[in-house]
T-cell receptor
Framework: AQKITQTQPGMFVQEKEAVTLDCTYD???????LFWYKQPSSGEMIFLIY??????QNATEGRYSLNFQKARKSANLVISASQLGDSAMYFC?????????????FGGGTRLMVKP | NAGVTQTPKFRILKIGQSMTLQCAQD?????MYWYRQDPGMGLKLIYY???????DKGEVPNGYNVSRSTTEDFPLRLELAAPSQTSVYFC??????????FGAGTRLSVL
């Protein structure tokens, strides 16, 4: 069975600083994808970034980058130059590509609070 | 540019009542999903569909039913609502095994 672990229930970061949100995963399947979603207080789920298990380079999307360490089974999200609007819940998720549905398994989330 | 649309946004049910949560997407995605999110938790998959006429159970399917008669629509049916079904329900869609895009959610309370 797949498992996603986010060990930081809550984090503070100063505005304009960088922050790393931790995510470790467990799967025996060699083909999978790792996703990060942002959930602001309004409740919607916003896709941020994706990393495939066979991708050689770490994914980047604007101020978001994914620090993918396959041997350690970690997929940490790095947010550079934090903004007040980054305050939200962040969820790491994993999907397997060996089935028909690409069902996502989510971690418990990390609440990020950006201080002015 | 609607994406994934869920209705209603909020609903209060009495124990034993039934209801259908509606989900529609206009992105021509073949895969659709229903998740639930309990307070302070991550999302858990209820049901998913890889195309019209094809559905399958996820991690927490008990107490729910789905159907997929068209590519666009994927309604979730709650029969005999129970307090344990109080949650926020999210519908999502994707083009194959790709990024899932979520609707705004339906907040359901069963009292």
């Amino acid at each position: 069975a797949q498992k996603i672990t986010q060990t930081q229930p809550g984090m503070f970061v100063q505005e304009k600083e960088a922050v790393t949100l931790d995510c470790t995963y467990d799967t025996s399947d060699p083909s999978y994808g790792l996703f990060w979603y942002k959930q602001p207080s309004s409740g919607e789920m916003i896709f941020l970034i994706y990393q495939g298990s066979y991708d050689q380079q770490n994914a980047t999307e604007g101020r978001y980058s994914l620090n993918f360490q396959k041997a350690r089974k970690s997929a940490n999200l790095v947010i550079s130059a934090s903004q007040l609007g980054d305050s939200a819940m962040y969820f790491c998720a994993m999907g397997l590509f060996n089935n028909a549905g690409n069902m996502l398994t989510f971690g418990g989330g990390t609440r990020l609070m950006v201080k002015p | 540019n609607a994406g994934v649309t869920q209705t209603p946004k909020f609903r209060i049910l009495k124990i034993g009542q039934s209801m259908t949560l509606q989900c529609a997407q206009d992105m021509n995605h073949n895969y659709m999903y229903w998740y639930r999110q309990d307070p302070g938790m991550g999302l858990k998959l209820i049901y998913y569909s890889v195309g019209a006429g094809i559905t399958d159970k996820g991690e927490v399917p008990n107490g729910y039913n789905v159907s997929r008669s068209t590519t666009e629509d994927f309604p979730l049916r709650l029969e005999l609502a129970a307090p344990s079904q109080t949650s926020v329900y999210f519908c999502a869609s994707s083009l194959g095994s790709n990024i899932q895009y979520f609707g705004a959610g339906t907040r359901l309370s069963v009292l």
